[in-house]
């Protein structure tokens, strides 16, 4: 409806006096200036006759051959008589309600707009929650099917309600409650399907709770509608919590692997240096039986770099590990302190504890590598001896006591 306002037509119709006449609507307007504008307003409506025009009114036909196929505004004498119409209308279509004023031309809502939107919204949620619409004996029951431990429940809600029961529980505060579930529903991200079904096993449970009929779970949805709020806010809540748990059980598991391969990398150099030192004593070994004094010394010094140098790495391990041990204690410690949940500070606890006594490892380990590294030098300097400066200074004594024990060199001492 481009052409005219329907706020103003709706004005217009509250200002005039109408009444019914078989199926004819007369309208006696407060300004005969507005004949033109209703004539105009309800041609784009969907108004196919030409409108009956007196001095201070007109007649408009509310029978349905009087309209086209695109009609867009629908009189009724009361408000029950609209009510048994109201799932036929469409979100577009305007009606207006003699007997009491109440239309949806207009933006002001009266108690019974709110009732009617309270139901329209509350069939929206409940349709959009349902599994599926319509049984073989009632089409427009909502079929629900939820499962639980003991298999699929199935639970049928008929939204249908009296003219009574829907202006006594059609509230302001019921709609709000609709309005409120279905913004939740509208959010699209990443727990749209868990906040759905969080939102129907919270449903179930307040049926469950109910204790009515099946014909009456609709009415009771919206007579007790913040319990099905609370519900839900609850369910949520706790999968948040669960979520929360999972999170920082998957955050303690990776930072125990992530430690864990820094710890390994740390061991591997640590072997590698260990399975060089019976290397080197080997070499030592294969290299000594040609080597002289002076070679041998020179032997020594390079062993004495090697263990200088495998100390010095030696000790940045050592600090590594220590400050390793120190990120270990502070990042555990904070899950244990953060969380509230036993479950995370007890796998803090075993993960701390347990890369801990692997870091006093690795430290014990690096440790007797700079004792094998002295032992080496040692185990050297002890085999070089034996195998070139002992013999040295042996054959020297023999020499020296062949010396002094030959007759010649005794005759010469005795004629001095």
Known sequence: MSEVSPEKIGAILKASNIKWDGDYVCIQLVDSQDIEFIRTAMASLGYSRQIDVDVV????????????????LYFYKDKKSLWGDYKSLRVEDYFYITSCGSTNLANDKDEFLIALDSFSNWYKLLTQLADHIGTVSSPDTLVFFVGSDKGAKKYKITPRLSIEN???????????????????????????????EIMRV??????????????????GCLSDHHLILGKYYESFETLIHRSSINKALEEVAEKNIDYVNKLNDAISGAQTKAFAVPGAIIAIGALVKSLGLAESILVLFGLWMVKRITNG???????????????????????????????????AEEAMSSILRMIEKA????????????????????YMLART???????????????SCHPAIKTFAIVN
């Open 57 to 72: 009114g007109v007649s408009i036909s509310n029978a349905q051959s009087a309209w086209t196929s695109s009609r867009g």
């Open 166 to 196: 829907l202006q006594a529980k059609g509230t302001g505060a019921t709609n709000d409650t609709a309005l409120k579930l279905l913004a939740i529903l509208a959010i699209d991200d990443a727990q749209n399907t868990e906040r759905r």
């Open 202 to 219: 919270a449903l179930v449970d307040f049926l469950d709770d109910l204790d009515s009929s099946e014909k009456e779970y609709f009415s």
């Open 313 to 347: 790495t030696n000790e940045i391990q050592l600090d590594v590990l220590r400050n390793l041990e120190y990120q270990v204690g502070e990042i555990f410690t904070r899950y244990k302190k953060a969380s509230d949940d036993a479950i995370v500070k007890r796998k």
């Open 363 to 382: 430290k014990k380990r690096i440790t007797n590598i700079d004792k094998l590294t002295s032992l080496m030098l040692l185990v050297a300097v002890v």
């Open 389 to 403: 400066v002992i013999p040295d200074i042996a054959q020297w004594y023999q020499s020296l006591c062949f010396i």
